[in-house]
């Protein structure tokens, strides 16, 4: 059975990283899900300011976990620099707010006819503008306790860890009931 490939933006990441190990290219469950990130997340991930808040990025066993990226050919890859052109300039115009790697993973999405994982409004909004398929942080890790990939342990864990952090998602509150009711 193919992949169901699911892209992973920065902060979703960010987010699950340190917590499910390894995070990527670790197929999971009856449909086979398997978390990708682009190679632009790495970019990102080198700027300074992520850099001095997230040390851990460049430890050996996450930096070695981000070298598997989704497999494009030639013309799948002209289609994607086409789409993000298009999407890139409706953020200038229209939608500012999405940065260049969050149009990237738009313009993947849709090329690939894979969803997203962010919990980023701005990245959310342009996805809807553009009918790619989105969902939050909380929607995977539903994803991943239905195909035992997790548990609510460390669901619960990481909600307490986001909390401590100040780094809530977005909707948190409603998606976590709507998901995961009273557990």
């Known amino acids: 059975m193919p992949q169901s490939k699911i892209l992973v933006d920065t902060n979703a990441y960010l987010r699950l990283a340190k917590t499910i190990r390894p995070l990527l290219f670790v197929p999971f469950g009856d449909n086979v899900y398997c978390l990708y990130i682009l190679p632009e997340l790495n970019d990102e991930l080198g700027t300074r300011k992520l850099q001095s808040k997230f040390p851990w990025v460049d430890d050996e066993e996450f930096a070695e976990n981000r070298k598997h990226f989704p497999q494009i050919g030639k013309r799948q890859k002209k289609s994607i620099q086409q789409t993000f052109e298009y999407v890139w300039d409706h953020v200038q115009t229209e939608l500012p707010g999405p940065s260049r790697v969050d149009a990237w993973y738009i313009?993947?999405?849709?090329?690939?006819?894979?969803?997203?994982?962010?919990?980023?409004?701005?990245?959310?909004?342009?996805?809807?503008?553009?009918?790619?398929?989105?969902?939050?942080?909380?929607?995977?890790?539903?994803?991943?306790?239905?195909?035992?990939?997790?548990?609510?342990?460390t669901i619960n864990g990481l909600a307490e860890y986001w909390k401590y952090f100040s780094d809530m998602p977005a909707n948190f509150k409603a998606d976590y009931q709507r998901l995961f009711g009273d557990q």
């Open 107 to 153: 313009a993947y999405a849709l090329e690939l006819g894979v969803p997203v994982v962010t919990d980023d409004q701005d990245m959310t909004e342009l996805a809807k503008a553009f009918d790619a398929q989105v969902m939050p942080t909380l929607e995977l890790l539903k994803i991943m306790l239905d195909c035992g990939h997790t548990d609510m342990k």
